[in-house]
């Protein structure tokens, strides 16, 4: 099972912008589907956005249009680039392919 390793979580202003990383132990490339998800305090996890190995992407509606999901094969990367950051993005962001990273906070402050 292939090991991933998130990043780039923080503390951002309401309106800011982070971007994501998921490191692979291994190649990603045969890997078809990849995904986001989150988890706020006292919620269920949910989905965020994925992309298929052809790059077709696919977002949860409440992130569409401020989100980007993206893969670099040749670095075994996976990234979530967020723009015009809500406070009710506040969660847990867990990478996830055939298995799960340990996930990366990101607080936004209002």
């Known amino acids: 099972q292939v090991q991933l390793v998130e990043s780039g979580g923080g503390l951002v202003q309401s309106g800011g912008s982070l971007r994501l990383s998921c490191v692979a132990s291994?190649?990603?490339?045969?890997?078809?589907?990849m995904d986001w998800y989150r988890q706020a305090p006292g919620k269920q996890r949910e989905f965020v956005a994925t992309?298929?190995?052809?790059?077709?992407?696919y977002y949860a509606d409440s992130v569409k249009g401020r989100f980007t999901i993206s893969r670099d094969n040749a670095k075994n990367t996976l990234y979530l680039q967020m723009n015009s950051l809500k406070p009710e993005d506040t969660a847990i962001y867990y990478c996830?392919?055939?298995?799960w990273g340990q996930g990366t906070q990101v607080t936004v402050s209002s």
């Open positions: 291994r190649s990603i490339a045969s890997i078809n589907v």
């Open positions: 992309i298929t190995r052809a790059g077709n992407t």
């Open positions: 996830h392919g055939n298995s």
